[in-house]
Nanobody, 115 residues
Framework: QLQLVESGGGLVQPGGSLRLSCAVS????????IGWFRQAPGKEREGVSC????????NYADSVKGRFTISRDNAKNTVYLQMNSLKPEDTAVYYC????????WGQGTQVTVSS
């Protein structure tokens, strides 16, 4: 059974860093692209980043470009989102997802950027 579990969120001051992890089970991870989206209260869901199955191609939302880095370790069945220079507007619940017959995502991890 496919399962995605996010972790690594927390409270950080503006300018700080966090690394989110997405542990995937139930599929052979190196066959699938993985992405991250975020959801802030009162705001629309926003796609943040995605990485192809081999890790050779990545994409980022303009709002995070140059600050966030997505990576993957297929041997560990894990995808990471390194977030640097965090801003208050990055505050949201972050979800990792993959698309099979439908989109699957985990329970999310809260990121709060505040002084």
């Amino acid at each position: 059974q496919l399962q995605l579990v996010e972790s690594g969120g927390g409270l950080v001051q503006p300018g700080g860093s966090l690394r989110l992890s997405c542990a995937v089970s139930g599929i052979t991870l190196d066959n699938y692209a993985i992405g991250w989206f975020r959801q802030a209260p009162g705001k629309e869901r926003e796609g943040v980043s995605c990485i192809n199955s081999r890790g050779s191609n990545t994409n980022y939302a303009d709002s995070v470009k140059g600050r966030f880095t997505i990576s993957r370790d297929n041997a560990k069945n894990t995808v990471y989102l390194q977030m640097n220079s965090l801003k208050p507007e990055d505050t949201a619940v972050y979800y990792c997802y993959t698309d099979l017959v439908r989109r699957y995502w985990g329970q999310g991890t809260q990121v709060t950027v505040s002084s």
